[in-house]
Structures are given as C-alpha cells and as structure tokens.
C-alpha cells in the first residue's frame, strides 16, 4: 500500500458549481491557503475546464479527478469522456457509478463495471459510489442492495482492485439533502467492510480500500463523521465550493484523523477470530 493510500481521502466534486468565470478566483484560493499534507485532497472539475485547472491544481499538490468517464470508448455510443483522456488531463482518479447519473442517466451496473474496467486499464483508480434508495432502505435491503452493485462493479476485472475507493453514497440521503447520522453511517461501514472482505476472500484479491462517506458532508459535520463511522475519507458535492469550504473541511479530516490516530484503511472487525 503507498504512502498515498495510508492517508486520509477528500475529494471535491466540483460537478458544475464552478463556473469558468468563477474558476481562476477558486485556484487561487486554493493555492493561497496551504491544504494539510496529511490528506490527500482531490479535485473533480468539470470536464470542460479540466484543461485550465489541472496545471494550477497540480502545482498546488492537489490531485485531479474525473468526474465520469465512458463505459467503452470505441463503441458507437460512447457519449463520455474515455478513461484514457483523463489520464492524458493529469487524471489519478474518476467516479464512478455516482448516484446522481444512477438516477439521471439510468447507469446500470453492467456499465458500472465496464466504467471501472475502463480507468483500471487506463491506469486510473476508480471512486466506485453505490447506497441503497428510499424503498431498499425502507425493507430492510441495504446489505444485499450493497452486495449486489459491489459484485457486479468488479465482476469485470480480476486485478489488483486494492487502489479502488469505495463511497458510501445513500440514494435517499442525497434526495432529502438528509445529513446521516453518525451512528447509521457507522452501521453501514461495518457493513461494507464485511463485503468487501468477503469479495477479498472471494477472489483472492487486494483488501482493502478507503471507504468514503458522500452526501451533504460539510465543514460542520466532517471530523465527526471521519471519527465516529471510522471512514478514509469524504466525497463533498455543494461545500466543495467556494474554496475557503472545502479547505476547512479538508483541515477537519486532517484533525480528526490525528485524533483518531488514521493509520489507513481498516480490516473487518474479528469476532472470535473471524470477521464479524
Ligand atoms: O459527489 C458528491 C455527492 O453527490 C455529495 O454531494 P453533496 O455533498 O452536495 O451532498
């Protein structure tokens, strides 16, 4: 595991709240105020200006992100981003599966798995998002809604997915703009976990990754959640932006993970020997 992934995880998704009028003024700010080293800290442009961004961005230690890229760029109906230009943008990183283009563009989990198989070959590392939805929630379904995108996901490909990152992203959170609480979100890691370490046993292959936590994580609610739900990282949306948000936000990870002690990613608890 590289240094890197024993850090804790902040991505900003910029979707498009930062408009190319407002975008110079944002690099700046970034720049100006110094991000802790102890995070790594990435950042999701839109596609559009990844052009423009990825120098300053990268100059500042920042790392860059896609937002998406295509299922498979040589057919005919790739409409996305091949995984291959983001890695020619400057890309380490692309999201996957977010749960906004679930639901917006129908993405199934076939083309889920296709997408990671994409930035996998490119060389990229994919923030593969899944959560369950308001009725999955509502009966009692999370664990196999969970199970189920996360084996069709990496049904693709048998390599090393220990780089993959995980995000825990709730369908109903992001609808209501619902803050989850600390114990929940704490319950559903543990799950997770547990999943991902069956799939590790599964396939024999890397265990384990950073699990993310997105869906209204702010300034506020950060640190508490990174300690309370023991997760790697957040994926912030809306507070990514103005900069002096997302760069406090980034301080609270910073603190929270010396708090807790972070030393990376964590196994499944043992119980009596084996994972709970
Ligand atoms: O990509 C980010 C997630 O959609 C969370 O967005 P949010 O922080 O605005 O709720």
């Not at 442009?45 to 961005?57: F, K, M, Q, R, V």
């Not at 498979?72 to 999201?95: H, I, N, Q, R, T």
């Not at 979100?185 to 799939?199: D, F, K, S, V, Y």
């Not at 739900?229 to 809306?238: F, M, P, T």
Request: glycine share 8%.
């Amino acid at each position: 595991m590289s240094e890197e992934t024993l850090k804790p995880l902040v991505i900003g998704n910029w979707k498009t709240y930062v408009s190319r009028e407002a975008c110079a003024g944002v690099l700046t700010e970034l720049a100006d105020v110094p991000h802790p080293k102890d995070v790594e800290t990435v950042v999701c442009p839109s596609h559009t200006l990844l052009a423009e961004t990825a120098g300053p961005l990268l100059a500042n230690g920042y790392v860059l992100g896609g937002q998406s890229c295509s299922v498979d760029p040589d057919l005919p109906d790739a409409v996305d981003v091949p995984a291959s230009a983001l890695v020619e943008a400057g890309c380490k990183y692309v999201v996957v599966g977010h749960a906004e283009r679930r639901r917006l563009f129908a993405e199934n989990d076939h083309q889920i798995a296709h997408k990671v198989q994409q930035a996998i070959q490119a060389g990229l590392t994919p923030v593969l998002c899944l959560g369950e939805d308001a009725d999955q929630r509502r009966s009692n379904q999370t664990t196999k809604a969970l199970q189920k995108q996360l084996q069709q996901a990496v049904a693709l490909f048998g390599a090393d997915w220990s780089k993959m990152v995980v995000v825990y992203q709730p369908q109903w959170a992001l609808d209501d703009k619902t803050v989850i609480s600390v114990i929940q979100l704490a319950g559903t890691i543990r799950t997770l976990r547990q999943l991902l370490q069956e799939l590790h046993e599964d396939n024999g292959v890397g265990f384990p990754q950073r699990i993310l936590y997105g869906g209204s994580v702010d300034e506020h609610n950060a640190a508490s959640l990174m300690i309370g739900a023991e997760i790697d990282g957040v994926l912030v949306g809306r507070a990514s932006y103005p900069a002096e948000r997302f760069l406090q936000i980034c301080l609270e990870v910073s603190l929270a993970a010396r708090i807790g002690a972070y030393a990376g990613p964590r196994h499944a608890p043992l119980v009596n020997g084996a994972a709970a």
